[in-house]
Each structure stands twice: as structure tokens, then as C-alpha cells.
């Protein structure tokens, strides 16, 4: 069975920084693309970032310069370093992967960001 747990979200000011965690079992964690999802009070999910299995990373553009994702494939863990967080930057956010055509989520873990 697959899991996905996320870790590391809370509070934290303007400015300030968070380093998300999402710990995975259940698959063969190296050969496997990892995302992380966010998704704000009222507003559809969306991608933040996503790393592959040869490390090559993609991000959105409200998060270009400011998140890093990265992996420890020893681990099995997926991480999100989060610097210059802004009030928008508020949302519950969730790790994914795919396997054998499904998608898996983690429950999510809730930042906010005051101002």
C-alpha cells in the first residue's frame, strides 16, 4: 500500500521560511516523479512544484525563486524549502505521486502565513 505523509507546515510571518517534508513508503520511491500541491480556502488545487527521478525540477511561477523542492532518495522523502513566504502563500499543501496509473495523495499539512 502506498502512503504519503506530510510534515513541517504552520504558522509563520511574512518574509519568514517553512521546510516541508513528505515521507513516502509503499513504492520504489527513486524511480518516481514527486509533487507538491497546494490548495487555498475556495480555490482549486494547484501544482507548486515538481521534482523527477534524474532531479529535474519544475515550479510554478508564483513560487519561481522563492520554494526549492528536492529528494532523498535514501529517504524515501520528498522535501519543499519555502523562503520569502507570502500572505498568498497561505493553503493546505499535498505531496503526489503516480503509480501504476493512480494518483496518491498525502492528507496535507496547513500553512498559513500572517502578515
Known amino acids: 500500500q502506498v502512503y504519503l505523509v506530510e510534515s513541517g507546515g504552520g504558522l509563520v510571518q511574512a518574509g519568514g521560511s517553512l521546510r516541508l517534508s513528505c515521507r513516502t513508503s509503499?513504492?520504489?520511491?527513486?524511480?518516481?516523479?514527486m509533487g507538491w500541491y497546494r490548495q487555498a480556502p475556495g480555490k482549486q488545487r494547484e501544482l507548486v512544484a515538481e521534482?523527477?527521478?534524474?532531479?529535474?525540477?519544475n515550479y510554478a511561477d508564483s513560487v519561481k525563486g522563492r520554494f526549492t523542492i528536492s529528494r532523498n532518495n535514501a529517504w524515501n522523502t520528498v522535501f519543499l524549502q519555502m523562503s520569502s513566504l507570502k500572505v498568498e502563500d497561505t493553503a493546505d499543501y499535498y505531496c503526489?505521486?503516480?503509480?501504476?496509473?493512480?494518483?496518491?495523495w498525502g492528507k496535507g499539512t496547513q500553512v498559513t502565513v500572517s502578515s
Open positions: 503526489q505521486t503516480t503509480w501504476r496509473s493512480s494518483n496518491y
Open positions: 509503499g513504492i520504489n520511491f527513486s524511480i518516481h516523479r
Open positions: 521534482i523527477a527521478s534524474n532531479g529535474t525540477t
